[in-house]
């Protein structure tokens, strides 16, 4: 099992950027796949983006390519989301989530962080 700790959310203004962390316990943190999601009020919890434990591949959401970017650190046991050119429909409360050796392309995840605010100001 593996707990996750999101931390770097906050209020920043329309084409700022921000920088998400997650920090996951246990020894296993290479084994998984990582995904960011995001839940705004009155809207369903949505992937942003996922970064393969296999081969380091990523996925994003449509809306944020070429803005966001993940990354993941297995010697540090973190995956940070980079988000830049911020838009107000950015948003949310962030999710970070992992699933043991999973498909990134299934957005199904077992582990759930408790989720850190950005608020987009325009």
């Known amino acids: 099992q593996v707990q996750l700790v999101e931390s770097g959310g906050g209020l920043v203004q329309a084409g700022g950027s921000l920088r998400l962390s997650c920090a996951a316990s246990?020894?296993?943190?290479?084994?998984?796949?990582m995904g960011w999601f995001r839940q705004a009020p009155g809207k369903e919890r949505e992937i942003v983006a996922a970064i393969s434990w296999s081969n380091g591949g990523t996925l994003y959401r449509d809306s944020v390519k070429g803005r966001f970017t993940i990354s993941r650190d297995n010697a540090k046991n973190t995956v940070v989301l980079q988000m830049n050119s911020l838009k107000p429909e950015d948003t949310a409360v962030y999710y970070c989530a992992a699933k043991l050796r999973g498909i990134i392309n299934i957005p199904l995840y077992d582990y759930w962080g408790q989720g850190t605010q950005v608020t987009v100001s325009s």
């Open positions: 246990g020894p296993t943190f290479s084994r998984y796949t």
